[in-house]
C-alpha cells in the first residue's frame, strides 16, 4: 500500500466508525458494500459485542452479509422488514447537492432496493470521493440483463457516453443477480443527472443504474480534519 492509500483508508475508517454510533438499540439497518462499509461493519460488530442489540442487518451484497455474519451481526432481509430505520452505504462520488454515483463494486441494484426502502440513508466516504460534477472521474455502472447487453449499449453510446463490458479477472463480471454492468464514461461528465436517469431507465434491457438522487439525507466524509458532516 502506498502512503496515500494508507492515509486514504483511515479517513475511510474515520467515516465508518462515526456512522457506526448513528446505529441504535432495536433498528433494522441496511449495510451498505464496498471499503468504506467493511469500516462500518467492523465498527458495529464492535458495538454489539459491547451490548448494542439491533434487530437486524440487510446487507446489500453477499461479501457484505458474510463479513457481517462472521462478525455476530444478526443478519435479516427485506421479506421480513421490509422498511428499515437506517442504511449507512459508500459512494464513488459525491456532489454538493448529495448526488451520487455507486455501483463501482457492482452491487448497486441491491444497494439503491435497500436505500429506496429505509427511513434514513446515510453515505460514507472519505474526501477524495467529493466532486462537483458527477462523472469527471468516475464511470457510471449501468446495470442490464445480459440478452439485451448490446442494443443497451447503443443506446448508451446515442446519449454520448463511451460503454465498456465490465470485466473481472478476463471474464464477464455478473452481479450478485447474474445481470452484466456497462461502465459509462462521458467526456464531460454529467451536467444534468436527473435527466441522464430518466434517459437511461427508459431503455429496455436496463434493471438500475448507479445514480442515487435525493436518496442521502446526509454524508459522512473523513478527510485530514477528521469527520465533516454534509445535509
Not at 433498528?27 to 469500516?39: D, K
Not at 444478526?74 to 421479506?79: N, R, S, V
Request: glycine content about 10%; some cysteine; charged content about 20%.
Amino acid at each position: 500500500m502506498m502512503p496515500h492509500e494508507i492515509q486514504q483508508d483511515s479517513w475511510k475508517q474515520l467515516a465508518g466508525e462515526a456512522a457506526a454510533k448513528l446505529i441504535e438499540d432495536g433498528m433494522v439497518i441496511g449495510l451498505g458494500s464496498g471499503s468504506t462499509a467493511a469500516y462500518l461493519i467492523y465498527a458495529l460488530a464492535r458495538r454489539i459485542q459491547a451490548g448494542l442489540s439491533i434487530v437486524g442487518a440487510v446487507p446489500t451484497s453477499k461479501v457484505t452479509g458474510e463479513l457481517a455474519s462472521n462478525l455476530g451481526i444478526p443478519l435479516t432481509d427485506l421479506d421480513t422488514h421490509p422498511e428499515l430505520d437506517l442504511d449507512i452505504d459508500g459512494a464513488d462520488e459525491i456532489d454538493s447537492q448529495l448526488g451520487l454515483i455507486k455501483g463501482g463494486g457492482g452491487a448497486l441494484l441491491r444497494e439503491k432496493v435497500v436505500a429506496s426502502a429505509a427511513q434514513r440513508f446515510i453515505v460514507i466516504a472519505d474526501i477524495n470521493k467529493q466532486v462537483r460534477q458527477l462523472g469527471l472521474k468516475t464511470p457510471l455502472p449501468v446495470e442490464t440483463i445480459p440478452f439485451a447487453a448490446t442494443p443497451v449499449r447503443k443506446r448508451l453510446e446515442a446519449l454520448g457516453a463511451i460503454v465498456q463490458l465490465r470485466q473481472s479477472a478476463g471474464q464477464l463480471y455478473l452481479t450478485d443477480n447474474n445481470n452484466v454492468i456497462l461502465d459509462c464514461t462521458f467526456p464531460g461528465g454529467i451536467t444534468d443527472p436527473p435527466d441522464l436517469e430518466n434517459r437511461i431507465k427508459r431503455i429496455v434491457g436496463v434493471v438500475e443504474t448507479g445514480l442515487f438522487l435525493n436518496m442521502a439525507s446526509q454524508a459522512i466524509i473523513g478527510g485530514p480534519e477528521g469527520v465533516k458532516i454534509l445535509s
